[in-house]
């Protein structure tokens, strides 16, 4: 059965409503990453929720390891914030992400096949992800009574919850946590930003 001229008319303009969305989410991406080049945290942390879920099922494919593709996920952003001015856009920012992470499970898999022990760490001097501001997890979180926020962080990944006890109980700065931590500066930036988005999910859900 032929389609109808009305039912043709709906697909053309159903095809023109996705490609609209796909440009409209891609100039959007666009705007992040310039707000981003000038050291904009909102943006970081925008750029983070907008890329983490998809780059995580990627890595979990490749790694077929829940923490081996967690851990790469934070390295990739990690580094992709330490690089933003070097970002071509030329490409989509999901694939120089993407292209990033794969670059990292290739150094894993050549670490773990010579057992060598070189760091796959990005460089210790980092762009600032994390201004002195406060947002609206941190607030949230610093709301919280400290009993049932204890009991909250407790649900969390070990990765995650020693970043939020350093942070929130201990009050580390950035610098002591990464020397605690063993990682790199912006590391553990990256990963308290997923940290406290986690944690903020939990207690809203509560």
């Not at 990453?33 to 925008?46: G, P």
């Not at 941190?138 to 009991?151: F, M, V, W």
């Not at 580390?172 to 990464?178: C, F, P, Q, V």
């Not at 500066?185 to 940290?195: C, G, H, P």
Request: charged share 30%; net charge neutral.
């Amino acid at each position: 059965m032929r389609p109808t001229a009305s039912t043709a008319q709906l697909r053309v303009r159903l095809d023109f409503l996705f490609l609209t969305s796909v440009k409209n989410q891609e100039q959007t991406i666009s705007d992040l990453v310039h707000s981003a080049k000038h050291q904009d945290q909102h943006a970081f942390r925008q750029l983070l929720d907008l890329h983490w879920n998809e780059l995580y099922g990627f890595m979990i494919k490749r790694t077929e390891n829940e923490n081996d593709a967690e851990d790469l996920c934070l390295q990739a952003f990690s580094k992709a914030f330490d690089k933003i001015e070097t970002y071509n856009d030329e490409f989509t920012f999901s694939t120089w992400l993407t292209s990033i992470a794969k670059n990292l499970h290739v150094d894993l898999i050549r670490k773990e096949k010579t057992r060598l022990h070189q760091s796959t760490d990005v460089d210790e001097v980092g762009l600032d992800v994390i201004d002195k501001t406060l947002g609206p997890e941190d607030q949230l979180i610093r709301s919280q009574n400290l009993d049932k926020l204890l009991q909250q962080v407790r649900s969390l990944k070990p990765i995650y919850r020693d970043v939020i006890q350093l942070r929130f109980f201990q009050e580390l700065s950035h610098k002591e946590m990464a020397t605690q931590l063993g990682l790199s500066l912006s590391n553990v930036k990256v990963r308290l930003l997923r940290a406290k988005k986690l944690l903020a999910e939990i207690i809203n859900d509560k």
